[in-house]
């Protein structure tokens, strides 16, 4: 039979020569009547070897198939959010739609995958909230989900580690050698911050200070005292390390409801404020600020604070706030912002828990999300700025700046180290600390004192009639010795 070309194997032409003996020997130990076996192992070894390569070239695939639907997903989101400040409700909600059906194409573990179920579910609550509304929870409900969910955060990343730790640092030096330090926290919480700083005063040459520490904090439900039961717990380990320890609890609902004379600021304390990522809470958007001002001819409640903190002559005030722009006016720069920032955020959340993911401590972040892209308004209180602002905004409080030192940048990055994952980084910007992930700044601590500070720290108002406040403040004392 004619071929049209030369067959790719040929049967030797000599008819006494043997075909097997053409192929290569089997090895000496292995009989020959083996040799269908010899080969098929040798098959099995060259399928062995390519498995792997085809393995890696199929994640390959799909790394890359996933990384362009997450593209894909971030143009739907952002498309959405240009659509909703343009006031086009039907254009949103198609790119919307979209948005649900390209996240089954990202996986929910991915980073870019578990931050755009948060802002989808958010744009889909602007679009289409739940009618009819459905009732707040039980304020003791709500505090306690809230307290549990900022524990989890605590502890599934180094953020408030790093954020208490700075402030620590900048207070411990600035009332060193002080007999009578006073410390003013702006967000009490579960105290958290608290218990190293005081085992830290105690090992303090000379001997520890008299330390008072006011504690701000929203009310508590009937028949519980949150604030006194941190102080107890306070007292209880100042009392162990033989600190000469004071407490008092201050419920307010907001910081621009307390006045100076409820902090009770003695003459000759050294006064240290304490804000973590508080003071955003109290701007307002850059739209309205004006008009807030001429309609009601007081002052906005941030410069109001500010002025209260300037009033109490502090020896610090140690600030760490999100290193994020979320006061934007516009919508679609605000949620631009956000969707990388808390992408980036969630990467290195990812980083610190080991790749295990932390659902608790992301739910707490889901709730800035939410104000973020839901909140408009007087109800939006997730304001984050850049440091660059803080910095205008508290000297033109009369604060000046305190550097913090390359022995806190030392230490911070050793903490820092210890708990959270490759990629996070903690660098110097002129005198303020910053913590990012893989150079992306994400939280800003800086220190602060009032110009022309002396050591006789008072408040002029501290003894204003306790009616003159108006804002249904409670308090709490407790007291201890060693």
């Known amino acids: 039979m004619a071929m049209g070309g030369a067959f790719p194997f040929q049967w030797p032409a000599d008819p006494g020569l043997d075909a097997v003996a053409l192929l290569p020997p089997l090895p000496a130990a292995v009989p020959a ?166 085992q830290a005063l105690a090992l303090r040459p000379g001997g520890p200070p008299s330390l008072r520490l006011t504690g701000i904090g929203p009310p508590s439900p009937p028949g519980r005292d949150d604030l006194r039961d941190v102080g107890v717990r306070l007292a209880d380990l100042a009392r162990s390390v033989r600190v000469h320890f004071s407490f008092r609890g201050v419920a307010a609902n907001r910081l621009d409801e307390v006045r100076p004379w409820m902090l009770q600021v003695s003459q000759g304390e050294a006064v240290a404020v304490s804000s973590v990522l508080q003071l955003h809470r109290l701007l307002a958007d850059p739209s309205d600020s004006d008009a807030s001002v001429s309609r009601t001819g007081a002052a906005p409640p941030i410069d109001a604070v500010l002025d209260c903190v300037s009033s109490l002559r502090p020896r610090v005030v140690a600030v760490v706030e999100q290193e994020a722009d979320h006061n934007k006016p516009g919508f679609l720069d605000r949620f631009t912002e956000a969707l990388f920032y808390y992408s980036a955020v969630f990467d290195s959340l990812d980083a610190a828990s080991g790749g295990a993911g932390d659902a608790a401590a992301e739910a707490y972040l889901e709730r800035e999300i939410c104000d973020i892209v839901c909140g408009e308004g007087a109800d939006r209180r997730e304001r984050h700025e850049p440091l660059r602002r803080w910095r205008d905004r508290l000297g033109r409080a009369g604060l000046a700046a305190v550097p913090l030192g390359a022995n806190a940048l030392r230490q911070a990055r050793m903490l820092v180290g210890l708990f959270s994952g490759e990629g996070h980084c903690v660098e110097e910007a002129d005198g303020c600390l910053t913590l990012g992930w893989h150079g992306r700044p994400l939280f800003s601590a800086s220190a602060w004192r009032a110009e022309e500070n002396n050591n006789n720290n008072h408040s002029d108002n501290s003894n204003a009639e306790d009616g003159s406040s108006g804002s249904g403040s409670e308090e709490s004392n407790i007291s201890c010795s060693s």
């Open 33 to 198: 009547d083996a040799g269908v076996a010899y080969y098929a192992d040798a098959a099995a070894d060259m399928h062995a070897v390519a498995m792997p390569d085809f393995a890696a070239a199929l994640a390959a695939i799909r790394r890359e198939e996933e990384e362009a639907a997450g593209i894909r997903l971030v143009h739907l989101l952002m498309s959405c959010a240009g659509s909703v400040e343009a006031g086009d409700h039907a254009g949103a909600a198609a790119h919307l739609a979209d948005a649900h059906a390209a996240l089954a194409a990202v996986s929910p573990g991915s980073g870019i995958g578990r931050v755009a179920v948060h802002f989808t579910a958010a744009l889909s609550r602007r679009l289409f909230p739940p009618t009819p509304s459905p009732p707040p929870p039980a304020s003791t409900d709500a505090a306690a989900e809230h307290a549990f969910l900022y524990h989890r955060f605590y502890e599934a990343g180094p953020y408030l580690k790093f954020a208490h730790f700075t402030a620590n640092q900048a207070i411990l030096e600035a009332v060193q050698g002080c007999k009578h330090v006073h410390i003013i926290d702006f967000s009490l919480m579960q105290g958290l911050q608290w218990p190293a700083l005081i």
